[in-house]
T-cell receptor, first 117, second 110 residues
Framework: DAGVTQSPTHLIKTRGQHVTLRCSPISGHKSVSWYQQVLGQGPQFIFQ???????GRGNFPDRFSARQFPNYSSELNVNALLLGDSALYLC????????????????FGPGTRLTVT | QQPVQSPQAVILREGEDAVINCSSSKALYSVHWYRQKHGEAPVFLMI?????EQKGHEKISASFNEKKQQSSLYLTASQLSYSGTYFCGTETGANSKLTFGKGITLSVRP
């Protein structure tokens, strides 16, 4: 079975621009979470979506937004990019137990490396 | 609140054992352990749920002390493939949000 896929792999943007990152979960997984990982740190939670609804949001500004589509794929959008947004953006998918997402392990995609100059 | 992981780094010889700790200032609903190798995505190791249920790999064990709000990951008879950065992620309440620690770098040498 295919794992979690993310696109693009690498991206270079200029301050003030907008970026859209994409994620396709493992088949059968209805939940997608987004994380930001800067060098030397653990992944930091941005959003979680389940059945197209936002289930959780981390401490990120409103410049960050996301959505989940009927096929459970997801997009992360970041507006007005800042230098500090440079990071590895990870998407993770998981099964659910009823509506509890974190009963099961999360499978991470390879990430999108975003560089803001 | 970010969990605190200790020690900061571990260096082992093949075959040696190691314990990695994760502690939280808040009551824990679940603890998740992941390993990440350089340039790769985090890989699932173990989930420990409030109430005692565990899910994970056969060769790796962990404990979850709900009263002390701590979890430990036990790596026995370490192999070269165990090298990487180990992260614990904590869920403090049924809110589906995982907060990861800063990670511990573990190096296994021949």
């Amino acid at each position: 079975d295919a794992g979690v896929t993310q696109s693009p792999t690498h991206l270079i943007k200029t301050r003030g621009q907008h970026v859209t990152l994409r994620c396709s979960p493992i088949s059968g997984h209805k939940s997608v979470s987004w994380y930001q990982q800067v060098l030397g740190q653990g992944p930091q939670f941005i959003f979680q979506y389940y059945e197209k609804e936002e289930r959780g949001r981390g401490n990120f500004p409103d410049r960050f937004s996301a959505r989940q589509f009927p096929n459970y794929s997801s997009e992360l959008n970041v507006n007005a990019l800042l230098l500090g947004d440079s990071a590895l953006y990870l998407c993770a998918s998981s099964r659910t137990h009823r509506d509890r997402v974190l009963t099961y392990e999360q499978y991470f995609g390879p990430g999108t490396r975003l560089t803001v100059t | 609140q970010q969990p605190v992981q200790s020690p900061q780094a571990v260096i082992l010889r093949e075959g040696e054992d190691a314990v990695i700790n994760c502690s939280s200032s808040k009551a824990l609903y679940s603890v998740h352990w992941y390993r990440q190798k350089h340039g790769e995505a985090p890989v699932f190791l173990m989930i420990l749920l409030k109430g005692g249920e565990q899910k994970g790999h056969e060769k790796i064990s962990a404990s979850f002390n709900e009263k002390k709000q701590q979890s430990s990951l036990y790596l026995t008879a370490s192999q070269l493939s165990y090298s990487g950065t180990y992260f614990c992620g904590t869920e403090t309440g049924a809110n589906s949000k995982l907060t990861f620690g800063k990670g511990i770098t573990l190096s296994v040498r021949p």
